[in-house]
C-alpha cells in the first residue's frame, strides 16, 4: 500500500518565504522531489549586506575614536572654562549689580557739555597752549557725539575713555597748592624707585585681635603743635567702626606706650560722628575719617571737639561696603580712604558712575570760613575690589595687591599731574601678616605706614 505523506520544507528564500514540497515514500524510503533553484545563495544581497555592516564598522571605529577623543579632551575643556567663568567674574557682579551699562548718548552729552563749560571757563583765565588744545580735543569730541546720535560707527566705551581723559586733563589744570612745586622738589624725581624693608615693627596699643585701623605720624609738612606726635586709630566694633583716637607726642613715647592721650569724637559706635572703615589721617590739629555709612569725610578738631564733613562728588559714591579694597580678602567697610601727601589731603574711593573704578578727590580745609571742601577730582580706569589698598605720594596714586601672604607689591600709579597711568609696577611690601587693613604715605618723613592685622609696620620710600 502506497502511503502518500506530505512532507514540509521550510526552505529560507531570497524574498523570506517558505516552499511546501510533497513526498512519496518507497522502498523504506522518502522520495522527495525538490526543485534545486531554491537552494540558490542570496550572494548579491549578502554582498550588500556586509557592505553595509562593514560600513557601520567603520562608522562605530570612528565614533568610538571620537568618544576617546572627547573624553580626553572634556578635562581641558572643562578647565578653559572654568577660567574663562573666573576672568568673567568682576564683568559679571558689574552686570548684577547694575554697575555697568551702556553710555547713553544723552548722558555723554550732557558730561561732554559740563566739560566744555569748564575748559572754558579754564581757558578764559589760563590761555595758554595746554588750555588751547584741551579746547580743541573737546571740540572734536562734540562733533563725534553729534554724529553718534545719527549712526552707530563709534564705540561708547572709547568715547567714555576720551570724556575721562579730558576731565582728567581739565583737573590737572586748575590750580596747584603754591608749596607744591617750590618746597617740595623731589617731588619731581618721578615715581617711587625703591621701598626699604620695614624699618618698625610693632604689636597695636589694643593687641593683635583688633586686625583692622590705621596709624601713622602728624601728616602736615608745616604743622606746630603735632608736629613729631604719633596715632592710633584701631576700630574696636566688628572691626569696621570707632570712635576713639590714641595720640602719643613723641615717638620715644609710641615705641614705649606711654604719656598718650585719647580722644572720643563720637558718643556712640552708630552716631553720625563715628568713623566706618580702616583709614584716617592726622593732619595738623585734625583727624579726617570717613564718616559714618554715608558719602561723607569727616573732620575732628582735636582742639576744639567739634566735626566737620563733606559729601564727595560723583554718581553713586561707594559706601557701607560697596566698593571695599578686595584683592584677595575684602577689608569690611574699606570703601572710602582718606589720604594725605605733599599736595595735602586725598579721598580715594570708587563710584557707580565710573563703573566701580578708583576715583581721587582733593580735599581742602577753609579755616577761616571753617569748611571741609573737595576741590579737584579725577578718575581711573582701575577697578577698587581688584586692589588691595592705595596711597598718595607726590599728587600720584599708588595701589597694591596681594602676592602672599607675607608680600604685597605696588603694580599701578596714576598721576594727577599728567592724568597718565602706569601698571607695570612691581615694589615689593614685605609684612608679618596676611591681611592690610590700610596703607598711608607721610611726606614729612617719607616713610610708608602698614596697619597689618594688628601690627604696625613703617616703610621707608625711596625716589
Keep these: ?202 604689636i597695636g596699643p589694643y593687641g593683635k585681635s583688633y586686625i583692622s585701623g590705621s596709624w601713622g605720624k602728624q601728616a602736615q609738612m608745616d604743622s606746630e603743635g603735632q608736629k613729631n606726635s604719633y596715632w592710633v586709630q584701631a576700630l574696636l566694633n566688628s572691626h569696621i567702626w570707632g570712635n576713639t583716637l590714641r595720640l602719643y607726642q613723641t615717638y620715644e613715647d609710641f615705641m614705649a606706650s606711654a604719656n598718650y592721650k585719647d580722644f572720643t569724637f563720637a558718643p556712640s559706635y552708630t552716631d553720625a560722628k563715628t568713623i566706618e572703615g580702616p583709614s584716617a589721617v592726622l593732619y595738623g590739629e585734625a583727624l579726617y575719617y570717613h564718616c559714618y555709612r554715608s558719602a561723607d569725610v569727616c573732620r575732628y578738631d582735636l582742639s576744639s571737639n567739634s566735626v566737620k564733613r563733606v559729601t564727595l562728588p560723583g554718581t553713586g559714591v561707594g559706601f557701607n561696603n560697596k566698593f571695599p579694597y578686595c584683592y584677595y580678602d575684602c577689608r569690611a567697610n574699606s570703601d572710602v580712604d582718606v589720604e594725605a601727601d605733599e599736595t595735602g589731603l586725598w579721598a580715594i574711593y570708587a563710584t557707580v558712575g565710573n563703573h566701580g573704578n578708583l576715583v581721587a578727590s582733593r580735599l581742602a580745609w577753609d579755616s577761616e570760613a571753617e569748611t571741609l571742601n573737595v576741590s579737584q577730582t579725577w578718575e581711573t580706569r582701575l577697578f577698587k575690589k581688584a586692589v588691595s589698598n592705595a596711597f598718595m605720594v607726590c599728587g600720584v596714586l599708588y595701589a597694591t595687591r596681594y602676592v602672599d601672604d607675607y608680600r604685597e607689591e605696588i603694580f599701578y600709579a596714576f598721576d594727577t599731574a599728567t592724568g597718565k597711568e602706569d601698571n607695570t609696577l612691581a615694589l615689593p611690601l614685605e609684612k608679618v601678616a596676611k591681611g592690610v587693613a590700610s596703607l598711608s604715605y607721610n611726606p614729612t618723613n617719607k616713610q610708608i605706614y602698614m596697619y597689618n592685622d594688628g601690627y604696625l609696620l613703617a616703610y621707608q620710600a625711596h625716589f
Excluded at 575748559?119 to 580743541?136: D, E, M, P, R, V
Aim: with cysteine; aromatic share 4%.
Design 1 to 202: 500500500m502506497m502511503l502518500l505523506l506530505l512532507l514540509l520544507l521550510l526552505l529560507t528564500l531570497g524574498d523570506g518565504q517558505a516552499q511546501r514540497v510533497s513526498g512519496q515514500k518507497g522502498e523504506d524510503s522518502c522520495v522527495c522531489p525538490v526543485d534545486s533553484d531554491i537552494w540558490l545563495f542570496p550572494a548579491v544581497k549578502y554582498e550588500e549586506v556586509m557592505q553595509q555592516v562593514q560600513t557601520c564598522e567603520g562608522s562605530l571605529n570612528n565614533l568610538q575614536e571620537q568618544v576617546k577623543l572627547s573624553i580626553q579632551r572634556l578635562p581641558q575643556i572643562q578647565d578653559l572654562v572654568n577660567n574663562i567663568t573666573a576672568r568673567l567674574e568682576p564683568h559679571r557682579y558689574l552686570r548684577d549689580k547694575g554697575l555697568y551699562t551702556a553710555l547713553p548718548v544723552r548722558l555723554l552729552g550732557q558730561e561732554l557739555s559740563q566739560l566744555e563749560t569748564d575748559i572754558g571757563a579754564i581757558h578764559s583765565q589760563l590761555n595758554n597752549a595746554q588750555t588751547q588744545k584741551l579746547s580743541k580735543e573737546v571740540g572734536k569730541l562734540r562733533r563725534d557725539v553729534t554724529r553718534m546720535q545719527t549712526s552707530d560707527r563709534f564705540n561708547m566705551n572709547t568715547v567714555r575713555d576720551k570724556l575721562r581723559y579730558l576731565k582728567n586733563s581739565a583737573e590737572s589744570c586748575k590750580s596747584i597748592p603754591k608749596d607744591f612745586r617750590g618746597q617740595d622738589r623731589y617731588c619731581l624725581k618721578g615715581l617711587i624707585s625703591n621701598i626699604s624693608d620695614p624699618v618698625m615693627t610693632k
